[in-house]
C-alpha cells in the first residue's frame, strides 16, 4: 500500500512524463541548417533551409507573448495532419530552440529566448499572389485560370473532410510548386470546426477575403472558406487584387449590408461568373460546398479559351471590349 507521500511523488513523476512527452509534429534540431533569409513577417522571419538533407522554408517566431504559444500550438497541431498534393507539407516544428546551425553567409540571426520554429517544404514558385501581380497585364489563359482554382479547391475539399477551416483562404496564403501546382500554405488561424457553432465566431481572416458572416461576428462554418475562395477565383481569372481603394471600415459596411462584390469582367464565361457569384452569396447556406465547387470547375469547357487573354492570340486583355469613355 502506497503511503500518501509516495503517492504525490508518483503523480510528479507522471505529470512530468506527460510534460516530457514528445509530440509527434517535433523536429531534431541538430538535423536543421538555416541558409539566408528570405522573407520578414510581424512575429519573426522566414529562411531557406535544409532538414535531414531535404530543402526546406523555415520560419523562426518569437512566443513573447502567451497568446501567440496557443496560436503555434494550433497551427502546428492541425498542419501535420494534413497530407495533401494542394497543401504544402508540414515537415515538423520546434519550441524553444537554444541553438540553430546556420551558413556562414546567412547572416546573424538574433535568436529571442521563446524562440520556435516551423519547418515546411520549400516551394521555389513563391506565392500565387505575386505570380498573378507579374501577370496583371498580360492576364492568364482560362485553363490555367480553372487549373489553379481546381489546386486550391481540391486542398479545401480535402481539409473540410476532415472538419478543419482554414479562415483565412487568400492567394498570398498560396505557394506554387516547381510544376505551377498551387498548394495551401499558414495555417496560423485554421482550427477543426467546433460542433457547436455558436463557438465559431470573431473577425478572424483578412479583410477583402472575410465573408460577411465573419466580418460582423456571427457564427460560422466551413461556407467562410467557400466565401473566401470566390474572391480568390475573381483575383486569378482578373490578376487583380479586389477593392484596392475603399478604407477597410467602408469595405465591411459595403461588403455586408450593400453585397459589395468585385465586379465581374464582361469577357468572364458564364460558368466561371456562375462559381464566383455562388461562392460569395450573402447566404452561407445558399454557397455551395466546396467539393461541389470542385464538379463545377472540373465541368467547366477551357478548349475554347474565355480567359481573360485566350491561348492563340496576343494579349489584350478583356477590358478592351469595353468602349472608351468619350
Request: charged residues 30%.
Amino acid at each position: 500500500m502506497l503511503t500518501k507521500t509516495e503517492s504525490c511523488d508518483d503523480d510528479k513523476k507522471s505529470k512530468t512524463r506527460v510534460l516530457l512527452a514528445k509530440e509527434k509534429w517535433e523536429i531534431d534540431p541538430n538535423k536543421l541548417l538555416l541558409k539566408s533569409k528570405f522573407g520578414q513577417g510581424t512575429f519573426g522571419s522566414v529562411h531557406r533551409g535544409l532538414y535531414d538533407g531535404l530543402d526546406v522554408a523555415v520560419k523562426l517566431l518569437d512566443l513573447g507573448e502567451n497568446s501567440l504559444h496557443k496560436i503555434f500550438f494550433q497551427q502546428v497541431s492541425v498542419w501535420h495532419k494534413l497530407d495533401h498534393p494542394n497543401i504544402a507539407k508540414l515537415i515538423g516544428a520546434k519550441k524553444g530552440i537554444a541553438e540553430v546551425k546556420m551558413e556562414p553567409d546567412g547572416g546573424k540571426i538574433d535568436k529571442p529566448q521563446n524562440i520556435c520554429c516551423i519547418v515546411v517544404e520549400y516551394l521555389m514558385g513563391g506565392t500565387l499572389k505575386s505570380y498573378l501581380i507579374r501577370n496583371r497585364i498580360k492576364k492568364l489563359p482560362l485553363k490555367v485560370v480553372v487549373g489553379l482554382a481546381l489546386d486550391i479547391a481540391r486542398g479545401l475539399s480535402y481539409m473540410h473532410s476532415l472538419k478543419v477551416v482554414h479562415r483565412n483562404v487568400k492567394t498570398e496564403n498560396m505557394l506554387l510548386d516547381k510544376e505551377g501546382r498551387v498548394k495551401i500554405t499558414d495555417f496560423g488561424v485554421s482550427r477543426v470546426e467546433a460542433a457547436n457553432l455558436a463557438e465559431m465566431t470573431g473577425q478572424t481572416g483578412t479583410l477583402g477575403y472575410m465573408a460577411p458572416e465573419v466580418l460582423i461576428g456571427n457564427p460560422y462554418d466551413q461556407k467562410c472558406d467557400v466565401y473566401s475562395f470566390g474572391i480568390c477565383l475573381w483575383e486569378i481569372y482578373c490578376c487583380s487584387m479586389p477593392f484596392p481603394n475603399i478604407a477597410s471600415i467602408e469595405e465591411t459596411s459595403l461588403v455586408v449590408y450593400k453585397s459589395l462584390r468585385p465586379e465581374i469582367p464582361k469577357c468572364c464565361p458564364i460558368s466561371v461568373a456562375d462559381v464566383m457569384k455562388k461562392c460569395w452569396d450573402t447566404d452561407p447556406k445558399r454557397r455551395p460546398k466546396i467539393e461541389e465547387v470542385v464538379q463545377m470547375l472540373e465541368a467547366i469547357d477551357i478548349s475554347n479559351g474565355g480567359g481573360m487573354v485566350q491561348d492563340d492570340v496576343e494579349p489584350r486583355g478583356c477590358f478592351s471590349l469595353f468602349k472608351k469613355r468619350r
